[in-house]
């Protein structure tokens, strides 16, 4: 009897474990140590992918499948996953939305709704789909090696409060799926709280404190639950953070989800193509996210750039040179610069489902070098690396606010980009000069003929 009693206790056990693990036994699970993400195996990852939007609009305007098609929209998505792995892309992380036309019960006649209008949310559409066509979804990038950031329904209102009607419809959303047999505690599955939250308002305390208040009640609820990775958005579209160090989010398993376009955070101007320069970037980076980014792991979930003449993509700008002018150069370097931001393009999947890094650099969206196709396919493979692996893993691998020189550059240096570089030096990290080949991760003080000073750190053989 004592036998057959251990033995059920054994079989519960490992059914409880099996629900949170199925999903995730392809891929180490991830949770938070301090400013990183770290696998089951006690690695530093940061993560590079992709996003999905599974609505018949975001797959390529309604022509690949619509009216509620569940095996259309699985086919059509699980294809580009499969096509982006075929042409080559080092991708580790997918951003998934789970789109309002799933659970959006609207009335004939009403032909657009706005994704931030939750009154037709329909509770049981939103259970329904979610074993349809969300966690399949989620199942199928795990097994092909991608976590999953998964994000509620549509974005914010533009002013959201403690106790809204907003803050209900997330708690239910979230109170729900942190529940679900195949998500809650699944060290593959990352949540991702809110979509572009842009203005709070409140009646006591700060605006900051109010911001905190929000978001830490659905931590609250969620913990209930699961003990998953979730991912806190800040205010002015995901991308104001300075508050959230004064008054974090409790408790474990904490990151902070960020957007980034050109001309964001102070970078840049300009009417059609945004002018961005390296340095009002890196200043404007540093104000909002570095606090956050000194406590915390930051994944930025929306970011694209390409010269508005090709129309595909939701940033307008070019890479240019990192250091000096251009968007796309100086946000890899930036966001490499802070050590621990796991980020992914946002542009849509069946164009980079298309790219071919063996054609020739040309004048087309996924050649021309000036568009954000065929620097992050470089980059990525880079971040493949074990050279990559190796240096964040280094235990003096990390990002400190504040500490970093390039952050603080005088405002009367010339702001027309890097120049020619005119002397270099190499230290290590504890700033002993190098004297020989540098090997390792070494701190770069660059000098230009203006007389500019660029810090860097980078990774030697």
């Known amino acids: 009897m004592n036998n057959l009693k251990r033995k059920a206790q054994l079989l519960c056990m490992l059914l409880f474990l099996g629900c949170g693990m199925a999903m995730s036994q392809s891929l180490p699970a991830l949770h938070v140590e301090g400013q990183f993400f770290v696998d089951a195996n006690g690695k530093r990852v940061n993560l590079h992918g992709f996003a999905q939007t599974f609505s018949p609009w975001f797959n390529e305007q309604g022509t690949k499948w619509t009216n509620f098609d569940v095996n259309g929209c699985l086919n059509y998505n699980k294809g580009i996953i499969d096509k982006m ?18 659970s959006n019960n ?30 399949p979804m989620a199942e199928y990038a795990i097994s092909k090696g991608l976590y999953v950031v998964m994000r509620p329904p549509g974005v914010c209102p533009d002013n959201i409060s403690e106790g809204d009607a907003y803050q209900q419809y997330l708690l239910k959303v979230w109170g729900y799926v942190a529940q679900h047999p195949k998500l809650r505690n699944n060290g593959a599955v990352l949540f991702e709280l809110a979509n572009e939250p842009i203005n709070i308002i409140y009646n006591s305390g700060t605006r900051d404190e109010a911001m905190t208040r929000y978001f830490q009640k659905i931590v609250d609820e969620m913990r209930k639950y699961c003990n998953n990775i979730l991912l806190i958005p800040g205010l002015g579209w995901q991308s104001q953070y300075a508050g959230f160090a004064q008054y974090p989010i409790q408790g474990e398993n904490i990151g902070y989800a960020v957007h980034c376009y050109p001309g964001w955070y102070n970078g840049g101007h300009g009417d059609g193509d945004v002018v961005v320069n390296y340095k009002d970037f890196k200043r404007g980076w540093d104000a909002q996210i570095g606090p956050v980014a000194e406590m915390a792991p930051v994944v930025v979930t929306e970011m694209d750039w390409a010269p508005s003449k090709y129309n595909s993509s939701w940033g307008k700008s070019n890479t240019g040179v990192a250091g000096g002018q251009g968007f796309g150069a100086n946000f890899i370097r930036i966001a490499d610069e802070t050590c ?3 980020w992914l393009l946002f542009t849509d999947g069946n ?3 298309n790219y071919k890094d063996a054609a020739a650099d040309g004048n087309t969206f996924l050649t021309d070098p000036e568009a954000c196709p065929r620097p992050c396919y470089r980059r990525f493979q880079y971040y493949a690396t074990q050279e990559y692996s190796d240096m964040i893993n280094d235990p003096g691998y990390g990002y400190k606010y504040g500490e970093d020189p390039s952050s603080s550059l005088d405002a009367d240096l010339n702001a027309d980009g890097v120049g020619e570089i005119v002397s270099r030096e190499y230290f290590t990290l504890s700033g002993a000069r190098i004297v020989t080949q540098p090997h390792g991760i070494c701190i770069i003080r660059e000098v230009t003929k203006s007389g500019e000073t660029l810090i860097s750190k980078r990774c030697y053989k």
Do not use: C
């Open 106 to 135: 609207v009335p004939a006649g009403v032909y657009y709704v706005p994704e931030s209008d939750i009154q037709y949310f329909d509770f049981n559409r939103f259970k329904q789909y979610l074993d349809q066509v969300f966690v």
């Open 351 to 353: 164009l980079l489902a």
């Open 340 to 342: 621990n931001v796991s």
């Open 85 to 102: 792995m075929a042409a080559g892309w080092k991708m580790t992380f997918v951003r998934q939305h789970m789109d309002p036309y799933w």
